[in-house]
């Protein structure tokens, strides 16, 4: 299970790469268009705020809670037991699985609704912005699954990550 979660992880981060890569050569090839032909590509701000930083931030949540990147305040939490340690973590990870188990659930609805009334930002065109909300129930998906990983490995191992 640890090995399809952490593969699963790592697609979504692959496309949260690919997403990045689109975003940079977007915005180069509308600075270039600018700098050299005085022109512009129509929407490329919605397109970078609505669109790439969202899925690129949200993607990327699980994988990097399956490396324990995570901004963690463990300073007292190092200067107890062993034991102390793992029920510690122990507690996290439930309190993480209910916690983002609640934003998968939410951000789901969400964007089942925004999906069902075609979701559009205010601009000079028709932008669409339901497709984007997709992207906070696979990342809260993919960190649930890496808690829940995490939390079996931590039980194997008999000791907090």
Same mark, same amino acid.
């Not at 705020?49 to 990147?69: P, Q, T």
């Not at 901004?71 to 102390?84: T, W």
């Given at each position: 299970?640890?090995?399809?979660?952490?593969?699963?992880?790592?697609?979504?981060?692959?496309?949260?790469?690919?997403?990045?890569?689109l975003?940079?050569?977007?915005?180069?090839?509308?600075?270039?268009?600018?700098?050299?032909?005085?022109?512009?590509?129509?929407?490329t701000?919605?397109?970078?705020?609505?669109?790439?930083?969202?899925?690129?931030?949200?993607? %990327?949540?699980?994988?990097v809670?399956?490396?324990?990147?995570?901004?963690? *305040?463990?300073?007292?939490?190092?200067?107890?037991?062993? %034991?102390?340690?793992?029920?510690?973590?122990?507690?996290?990870?439930?309190?993480?699985?209910?916690?983002?188990?609640?934003?998968?659930?939410? %951000?789901?609805?969400?964007?089942?609704?925004?999906?069902?009334?075609?979701?559009?930002?205010?601009?000079?065109?028709?932008?669409?912005?339901?497709?984007?909300?997709?992207?906070?129930?696979?990342?809260?998906?993919?960190?649930?699954?890496?808690?829940?990983?995490?939390?079996?490995?931590? *039980?194997?191992?008999?000791?907090?990550?």
């Amino acid at each position: 299970m640890h090995a399809l979660i952490r593969w699963t992880n790592r697609a979504v981060m692959a496309l949260a790469c690919l997403f990045m890569l689109l975003m940079m050569a977007h915005i180069t090839i509308d600075v270039a268009l600018r700098y050299f032909f005085n022109g512009r590509l129509i929407g490329t701000l919605e397109i970078v705020s609505y669109y790439y930083m969202v899925i690129i931030v949200f993607l %990327s949540l699980g994988y990097v809670e399956l490396r324990n990147d995570h901004i963690r *305040v463990d300073l007292f939490a190092q200067m107890m037991p062993q %034991s102390v340690q793992v029920a510690l973590y122990f507690l996290a990870c439930v309190l993480g699985l209910v916690f983002f188990g609640l934003l998968f659930w939410q %951000s789901a609805q969400d964007a089942i609704n925004a999906t069902g009334r075609a979701e559009e930002a205010m601009s000079n065109f028709t932008f669409y912005i339901w497709p984007a909300r997709w992207a906070l129930p696979v990342g809260f998906g993919g960190i649930w699954l890496a808690v829940l990983s995490n939390l079996m490995k931590s *039980v194997t191992l008999r000791r907090a990550l």
